[in-house]
C-alpha cells in the first residue's frame, strides 16, 4: 500500500510540475524525480509513462526511460497536461477499493448537529434506525446488497467507501445521519477462498483499457514470443515464407539463403527450383544432401532453418481476449492461448480443441500439462486453425485438510476417490472419516453427507456438478492420553493406560521444577456423558515415599495433572477450572469453591473436592506459613435456612487437632466454605534500625518491639568524643511517604493555581501577574525536584544528658540515625546578597550573619526571617529583637533563612509557606547527604 501511494503521489507530482512548466518551451528532469521514478517497480514505470504519455506527455519515456541519451537533468518538450483527469487514470491504475459481493464494511453514523429536535427524537424512536447509531458492521450479500431491515435493501456493488456514505445519506430515512463509512480488505478463507484451479497458468490478461489507454500489459506476448527462439524439431513442417539457411563445403564452400516461395519452391543456385513446401524438416535436409551429393560432386550440405514464417492463427470459445492472432510457425496451442489472455473463468482447461479445415484434429487436456508435465498433446499450430475452448461443465471444490484445496473440472474422473487423488491427497491431519459433502438438489435445497473415505462405497460416491467436499481436521485432543502441566520439567501428553497411576506419570523428583509444592497436586478431570469438569487432588511426596498408599491415585482418561510451585500465588491457574465451575453451578448443585486467607503460603479461592476436608484446603493454600496461629482458626459458612434466607455461621476449627490426624476436627467442607488463619499476636517482622556516623559501632541493629532509641545507643556503645548530638538527623519511612504525598498535594495546588494565574496574566497591564507565573513556575520545577527526607526533630542531646523518657523516641523498623560531626558553620539562605556558610563565633547574633552575607536583598522579608536549628527546629519571629536574649542564641549548625517579601506580589502571597517547605527539607537533605 505505500508503494502504491507513493506511485500515486509520483504522477500527479510529474503532472503538476509539468503543467507549471507548459508555458516553457522545455522542462528539465530533476534528479528527484529521476529517482523517485526508478524506484517505482517496471510495472508502475510502464503505467506511470502510459498515464503521462495518454496526457500529451508523448516525449516523456525518452526523456526518462532512455537515460543512455541524455545527461540527468536533459530537458524535453512538454505540453499542457490535464491533472484532473492524470489524477483520475493514476487512480484506476492502482488498487482502490470499490464495493464487491460478499463484502464486509464498517458504517459509523452520528446525528447531525443541525437536526431539528423533532427529527432527532422520531430517529431515536425507530428502533430499526436508532441502532445505526455509533459503529456497526455489515456484511452484504452475494450481489454487493446491504439488507437494512425496515428501512431499505441498498445496492453498492462497485461503489467507493465515499461513494458509499453518499448513497447511504441520500436515503429519507437515514437523512438525519452523518455517515462514514470503511470497506474491510477481509482476506477470503476456507471454502470462500478456494478458487479454480489451473487458471493462473496464463498469468495476466493482455493490456486492458483504462478511458481509452492501453494499461496494464501482461506477459502473454512475451510468452508468445518465446516460441520463436525455440530449436526447430525435425517434424516442422515446411511452408511459404520459411527461410532456409544451406551451408555448403568441400569443393564448394558458399552459405546459401533459401526463401520458400508461394508456389511451395525453393531456388536452388545450379541446381534449378526444387519442391520444399509440405516436406517435413528433417525430410527437406535429407532431400538437399542428396541434391547436393549428387549434382555437386565433392561438395557436402549442413542445413538449418533461418526466419520462420508467421502463421495466422484463431483463439475463440471462452477465452478473455478471443479473435485472431499471428504467431510463429513453431507456435503451439498453449502460445495461442497466451495471445489470448488465457482462459476465462468459464472455460474448460480439460476440453481445449484445435480444429483444423473443420475437424478437430487434437484435444489438450492442460491438467495434464499442470499435473503430469505431459505436452504431448500440445499441439504445432498451422496456417488457419482455430483453437476453441469450449465451457466447463462438471465443476467441483474440495476443501479442508487436502493437498491442494481448490474448484477441480472434472473429465474422466467422477467419484470422491478421483476427486481426492486429483487434488493430490488428504494431509495426514486429515480426519479422513469425517468429510462432508455439500451438494445442491435439482430443486434448490442444500445437502450434506457424512462421508468415511477409508470406506471403498464411499470413494465411490458419484460426484455432480457443484458439489463441495470439506475435510476436516482430526481433533486436537488426544484419546487415551493424560496431560502434565505447571511447575515441571516435563509438560505434555501422556500415554494412558489402565490402572495407571499418578506415581506412573510424576515417577520421581526430576520431573519437578525446584520448590514445588509435592503437598497439592491438583487433577482435573472430566465425567459423564456431558464431560463435566471435576477436582480431586493428592499428596505427590506421600505417594512417591509409598506408592502403595491412597495418596497414589488413580489416573482417568483426559486427565490434566497440575503441579503448583511454593509460595506463588495460583489464581491464574485455578481461576480457569473456578470458571468452568462456575458455568456448570445449578440452583441444585450451588458453585463448588472453597476459600482460604490468612497465614498461609498461598490464599485464594479454590476448587472443591469430593469429600474435601479442612486439611485439604490447608495443603491447596501450600500450608501453614510460619507465624500462623495453631491453636485456633475460624470457618465461615453460608447456608440457607428454612426460610429460604441465607445465614452466616462462625465454626471455630482447632488446627492442633488437625496437625495431629484428629478426624473429628477435620470438618467436611461445604461451598463457599472460607477459612481464615489467624496470626501469632503480636507477631511481627524483625524490626530494624541503622546508626550512622559518631557511635563508636555504627551498622544495622534489630530491636525488640517497643525498644527504644536510647536502649539502641547503649547497645551501639554510645557516641564518640567528636559527635554532635544537637545536629543529629532522625528519619522514618512512614514520614517519608507521608512528606511524598504532601509534596504532591502541593504540586496539584500550585498547578492549579498557575492555570487561574495564567488566565489572569492574559488581562494584567501592570505585569504583576506575569511576574508572579515566572516566579510560580520556578517555585513548581524546585517542587517537583525536591526529595523527602522523612526527618523526625529530636533533641539527641538533651536525650543523653537526662535520664528521663521525655525525650526518648520508641523505635519503627526502617528507621535511621545520621550523627554528625561537631559543627563550627552558621549557614545563612534565602534572599541575601551572597548565600554562604560562616564560622561561629560566640556573641554574634541572627543579623550580624546576615550582615556577613551582605545583607538584605530588595525581595527580602525582613519581618519574616526564621532559623532552622541543627537538629530541625524552627525558630521564628518577626522582630530581632528576640535573638538578643537567650533563647535567640546562635548555636552551631544553624541555618538562618532569609523568605523572599511575598506581599510585594499579591498573587504569590500564599506560596509563601511552599518555599519555607522547600527551605527546610533542602536544609535536611543537606544534612543527610553530609554523611
Sequence with gaps: MRRTNHFLSLILLLAAFFQCAAVSAQVAVTPEMMRAYQNLTPEQRAQALRVLQGSGGGDMEAGIED?????????FNLPAFDLGAMADAAADGIDILRIEGDDTIVVTATLKLDAEPADARSFMADVNRSRMIGSRVYKLDQRGVLELPGIASIPLAGLKADEVAIRLGSEALLAALDIDVTILPLTPFGTAALEPFGYTLFGEAPAKSVRGKSVGAGRSAFDARSSANLPVPSDYVIGPGDSIRVQLYGNENETLTLVVQRDGTIGFPRLGPRPAAGLTFGELSDEIGRWVGKELIGTEASVSMGRLRSIRVFVVGD?????GYTVSGLARMTNALFMAGGISQIGSLRQVQLRRDGKTVSTLDLYALLLQGDT????????????FVPPAQTMVGIDGDIRRPAIYELRTESTVGELIALAGGLLPTADATTVQLGRVSRRGSRSIETLDVEREADLAKVLRSGDLLSVLTVLEEVDDAVSLTGHTTRAGQYEWTPGMRITDLISNERMLKPKADLGYVLIRREQGADRQATVLSTDLGAALADPASPANVQLHVRDR??????????????????????AQATRGQPFQMVGISGEVRSPGSYPLEADMRVSDLLRAGGGLGSSAFAAGAELTRYIVDASGERETRLIPIDLEAILVGDTSAD???????????????????????????????????PVRRGETLRSVLERAGGLTDHAFPAGSVFTRETLRDREADQLKVLERRLEADLAGLGLRAAADPSGNAQQAMSVGQALLEQLRNTQPTGRLVIQLDKLIATDTADYDVA??????????????EIMVLGEVQYATSHLFAPGLGRDAYIDLSGGLTSNADGKRIYVVRANGAVHASRSSRWFRGGMGRMYPGDTIVVPMDTDRVPSIVQWASITQILYNLAISVAAVNSF
Excluded: C
Excluded at 537515460?67 to 530537458?75: L, N
Excluded at 495433572?561 to 462456575?582: C, H, P
Design 67 to 75: 537515460d543512455s541519451e541524455s545527461d540527468e537533468g536533459a530537458p
Design 319 to 323: 477465452v478473455k481476449t478471443p479473435g
Design 376 to 387: 504431448r498433446h500440445d499441439m504445432q499450430l498451422r496456417a488457419n486453425d482455430v483453437v
Design 561 to 582: 495433572v497440575i503441579v503448583f510451585e511454593l509460595g506463588v500465588v495460583r489464581a491464574a491457574t485455578v481461576s480457569a477450572i473456578l470458571e468452568e465451575f462456575q
Design 667 to 701: 470438618l467436611l467442607l461445604s461451598p463457599y466454605d472460607y477459612l481464615s488463619i489467624k496470626e501469632i499476636p503480636a507477631w511481627e517482622k524483625q524490626n530494624e534500625i541503622e546508626l550512622v556516623g559518631e557511635v563508636r559501632f555504627p551498622g544495622v541493629y
Design 811 to 824: 523505635l519503627r523498623n526502617g528507621d535511621k540515625l545520621h550523627i554528625p560531626q561537631k559543627s563550627q
